[in-house]
C-alpha cells in the first residue's frame, strides 16, 4: 500500500491527527462545519482551519440521546455524543447548516449544551442554505454568507480581506484539482483506488489544513498512478447517499468482485464545485453561486433532474454497471430520493440495490448478504448480455 | 399501483355520501345535538363494524360535546367541505385547472384564481371516514411502492392517495420547504409521479423583516407561477377581498385562542381543529369567517358568563403536539376525565393582520401569515420558536398537564425534546409523551392510546 | 449454517458421508465465511433461487421466510437471481418473529398453522414491531380471545410483512415457498390470499433447498460452464 495512503487511513480513522494538532499548537483556530453548502474558502480566509465534523470513533450514542431521540438520525446522534464527550473541546466555533430537521437543531442542542457547562466552543454559528435554485434564493444565500462573515470577522477581530479570499479560493481549487484527479484515475479500466480509500481521501482532507491536504494529495496522486487497485472482472459500482464516513463499509462492499468508480455522496463528488468564477469585485457572490449551484443532495426541493442527470452521466462515465444507493435510517430526503432513483434506473436499466442502515450500527450480516446476492445478479446479468466477465458459477 | 381495482376517488365518495346525509341534519343543530347525545358513548369508546363510517365522523366535529349553537356553525363549514370534494369528484361546467396545494400553504392567493384547489393530504384526515383501515390502505399503498415508512404518514397518504387514484391529476403543484423534510422529499416525489409544474416556496430560518421581504418575493413569484400555468391574470382587488375574509377570521379565532386562558375555558381546541380541517376548503372564504364567527360568539358567551365549555372543568392540558387524527381523542377526555385542551399547536391561533391598503403591504403581511401559520410558525426555524412559544402557554394558561404524541414524521420536534421537556419540568407539572403514529393506528392501537391517558391521569390523581 | 457436500458417484445416499467424499464445497447462510473448507461463499438469495429452480425449473420466484430474514427472489429461466427484496429493518416477518409470539402465546412454534386453522373471530394484530406484536398478542390473552384466533393473527402479521415485501417486486408464476416458515400452514395460506397465488410445492424439505442450491453451484463449478441444472435435476 502507498505510504501516504497509509497516513492518510490513519487520519480518517481518527477525529483528532498530527496535521491538526501541529496547526492547534500553533495557535491556530479550528472552526468546525456540517455540510457541503458552508464555504470553507471563508472559514479558512478569516484564519481559520476548516473542519468537517464527523463522528468518527463513536462507541454509542448514550449522551447524544440526552438531546437527541430514536427517531433521530445516527449520524447526528454520533457525532453530537463525540460533542458532548469532549472530542471537539479543540474547537474554536462551529458553523451548523440547515441541512435536514436532524442536522439543524445541533445549532439549537449545542447552544443549549453550552449554557448548562457542557463541552461546546466560543462561537457558535447557524448557516441558512435555501431549499431551491432560484435567483431569489442565490440572493438569500449571499446575505446568509455575508453574515456569517461578519460573524467571523467579529469572533476573529479582523477584517476578512479580498486578498484573503482570493488566496482562499486558490488553495482550495488546488486541493479539489488533485481530487478530481484521483476521480479520474478511479475511472480507468483498473481504476487505482478503491471506493474505501477515496473516502479516507476525503475525510482526511477535510480534517487537515488546506495547505497539508494538497501537499498530502500530491503525493498520493504520484503513489496511486500506475496502481492497479481491481480487477478486470470486478463489477464497477457506483455508490449514491447521504451521510457516509465509514471507509470499513465501503471496504465491505468491495470484499466481493466488485470496485467502486464513482459516487454521490456527502464525502465524495457533492464536495466538488463549479470553478470559482473570476470576479474580483463580488467575491462573495461568485462563492454563494458555486456553492449554491453545487451537486446538489435531496434537501433542494426543485433539482430533481438535475441531481439525476449528473448522477446518471457520471455513471456513464465511469463505467460502472450498477447502483448502490443508502441512506440512514430516518433520513427522509434520502429515502424519498431512492423512491426515485430506483424508478430512474429501472427505466434505464440499471440495476439498482438500496440499502438501509445505522452509522456504525453493525448489521453486517444482513448487509453483507444483500450486497453479495446483488454483485451475483449483476455478474449474472453481464455474462447473459455477453459484457464478459464471469457469472457466479 | 395496486393491481386491485380501485373506484377513483372511492374515499372521497364516501366522504361526499356523509356529508350529503349530514347536510339536512345540521339545518337542525338542535336535532343534530339530540341525535349526537343518543348515539353518543358507544361510538366515543370504540371503532366496530358497524359504526366506523360513522364514527371519525361524529369524534371530528366535537362529539357530544358541541352545544347546537356551535353545531350550527359546524354545518355551515361541512357545506364548503362538501363543495370542495363535490369539485374534483363530480366536476360540473367549464373545466378549471387543478392546483395542488400542500397543506401548510396558506391559500389565499390560489383562492383569487379560477381554479380548483386541493390538498394531497386530505386523504390523511378524510381517509379515516371510511374506518381507521381504510386510511392503512392509502399508508401502506405508498410504502408498498418504495416510500420510506419512516415518513410522516400525511406524506405517504399524499402519495398512497394519488397512486390509488384517489386524488385528482393536478395541473400544477405549489408547496413549500416548511413544515418537515417529509414535505421536502414527498413533494419531489409527487411532482415526479404526476409530471405537474411545481413551484416552491423556500420558507426563511428566521422571523425578521428580512425574511419576512425574502418570503413575500416569491409570493409575487408564485402569482407568476400561477398566472402562467392557469392562463388567468391575478385580480388584485378580489385579493384584497379574500386577505379581509381571512383577517376577520383569523381575528375571532386568535380570540377564541386567548379567550380559552380564561378559567374555565370557553372552548376546546376542537372547535380549533375543526376550522384547520376546515382550511383544505374555506380558508379565506366567507364560510370559513362564518364559522369563526358564530364559534367566536358562543364561546364570548360562555366567556362573558364565566361559564365553561364543559359543565365541569376538571383538568386543562396543553396539547403542544399534533393532534391524533385516527383516534380523536378529546371528546372521550372531555367526558371521561372532563379534560379540556385549552391551548394546543395546530389549532391555536397566533396571527398577524393583513394591511391591504397596498399591494405591498399585503403581499408582505400575507408574507408574515403565511410564515405565522400553525406548524408553520413553529417549525420553520430554531428550537426557540417552540419553546418560547411553550412558555407562554404555560404562563398564560393556567395548565394542570402536558400531553405530547411523539408523531414519527415530526422529527425536528423530536431532535428539540430536550429543549421542549425542559420546560415542561420547570413547571413540576405531569407531562406525557404518547407513542402514537397520528393517522396511521398500526403503530399503537387506539384502545393502548386510551390506556396511556387513562394511566397518566389517575396516576398523577387527575382523574 | 449450511454447508453444500456433493454425492459420492455411486454412493448410497444411506451410508453416512466422508469428508474425503467431498469433492467440492461451497458454502451459504450467514455462517458461510465460517466453513474454512469451502472453496466459495454464494449469496443464500442465489442458492434459494437455484435450489428452487433445480427441484422445479417452472419455478421463477422463490418466497423465503427464515429465522433471521425474508426474501423474494426472482429467478430467470436458467435460475440465476434477476432481481430480490430482503427485509432490512428488523425481525419482524420472520421465524424468529413468529418464535417470540409463539411464546408469548403458550404454543410449540409448530402448533401455530394448525392452531390458526380453527380460528372462528380472527384477531387483528396491526404492529409492525415484533416486541409491540408481543404486547398486543398479550393483550388478546388478557382480553380473553381465543389462542386460535390469536394464531389466526400471528400468522396474518407475518405474511402480510413479507407480502409488503413481494409487493415491490414482480412476482412471476411459479412461486415456492421456502425456509422454515413455509411449515406454517396458517402463514402459507395467508400469503397465497395476500398475493393471489398459488405455492407450488417443491419435491424437497424447503429448509434444505438454499444448501441444494449451493451444492448445485458447486457442481456447475466442477462439470465446467455447459452443466445443465436439467439434468441435475433428472437425476
Known sequence: MSKTLKQIQEIAGAIKNPFLEKAIAQNKPVVGYFCSYVPEEILHAAGFVPYRMRAVGSTGTARGDTYFTAVNCSFVRRCFDQVLNGEYDFLAGAVVLNGCDHSRRIYDNWRDAKKSGLPAPEHLFMLVAPHVLRDSALARYEKELEKIIQGLENACGTKISPKALKDSFALYQKRQELVEKLYALRRQDIPAITGAEMLSVLMAITAVPVEDAISLLTKLVAEVEGRRAASADDIRLMLVGGCMEEPEHIALIEENPAVVVADSLCYGARMLRPPQENEPDEPVAALARRYLYHPSCPRMINDFERRKDAIFNAFRESGADAIIAEKLMFCDLWGGEIFLLRKEAKERGIPFLGLEREMYGGGEGQIRTRVQAFIEQVQNARARNGQGGKKVV | MSEAAIEEYGMSKKALRLLKAARPLYKYPNAVYWLRKLLGDPLLLKETNWNKDYRFAYLLTGGTSLSPEDNRAVGILLEDLYQYLEAYVNPSGPKKPMIWSEWNLSNEILRVFDVNAYIPETLAVLGHLGGTDAAVKIIEEAENAGLPPEYCSAAKCAVGGYLLNESPKPDAIITSSHPCDSVVSSYQALEKLTGAPMFVMDTPYWKDEDSYLYYADQLYELIGFLEKVTGQKMDWEKLKQVCRTVNATNAHLQEISEMCRAVPAPASSLHLLFHWLGRMACFGSPAGEQYAKIMHANAKKRFEQGKGYLKEEKVRVIWYDVPVVFEILHPWMEKEFGAVVVADFIGRIEQFQIDTSTTESMIRDLAKTHMSVTMARQTHGPAEFYTQELKRLIEEYSPDCFIFVRHQGCKGGWAAMKLIREQCQKTGLPALFLNTDIFDRRVVSSHRIREQVTNFFRSNNLA | ?235
Open chain 3, 1 to 235: 449454517m449450511t454447508a453444500a457436500i456433493l454425492k459420492r458417484e455411486n454412493a448410497n445416499p444411506c451410508d453416512a458421508l466422508r469428508f474425503d467424499d467431498i469433492d467440492l464445497c461451497f458454502s451459504t447462510g450467514y455462517g458461510r465465511y465460517s466453513i474454512d473448507f469451502a472453496k466459495k461463499n454464494i449469496s443464500e438469495i442465489s442458492c434459494h433461487g437455484l435450489g428452487a429452480f433445480t427441484v422445479n425449473p417452472a419455478i421463477r420466484t422463490v418466497v423465503d421466510i427464515g429465522g433471521q430474514d425474508c426474501k423474494v427472489i426472482a429467478v430467470d429461466e436458467t435460475g440465476m437471481v434477476s432481481d430480490f427484496a430482503m427485509n432490512d429493518k428488523c425481525a419482524a416477518g420472520t421465524g424468529r418473529c413468529l418464535e417470540i409470539l409463539a411464546k408469548a402465546l403458550g404454543v410449540e412454534l409448530g402448533q401455530l398453522g394448525a392452531l390458526s386453522q380453527k380460528a372462528r373471530r380472527p384477531v387483528s394484530i396491526t404492529n409492525k414491531c415484533s416486541i409491540f406484536m408481543e404486547m398486543e398478542v398479550l393483550y388478546s390473552m388478557y382480553a380473553g380471545k381465543k389462542i386460535a384466533d390469536i394464531a389466526f393473527g400471528i400468522n396474518q402479521a407475518v405474511a402480510k410483512r413479507l407480502a409488503t415485501l413481494a409487493k415491490g417486486m414482480k412476482i412471476r408464476e411459479k412461486v415456492a415457498i421456502t425456509g422454515g416458515v413455509s411449515k406454517n400452514s396458517g402463514v402459507v395460506n395467508e400469503l397465497e390470499k395476500l398475493l393471489e397465488i398459488k405455492f407450488t410445492p417443491l419435491a424437497v424439505d424447503p429448509q434444505i433447498v438454499g444448501a441444494l442450491g449451493a451444492a448445485v453451484f458447486a457442481h456447475n463449478e466442477l462439470a465446467g460452464a455447459g452443466g445443465s441444472q436439467q439434468q441435475l435435476a433428472a437425476g
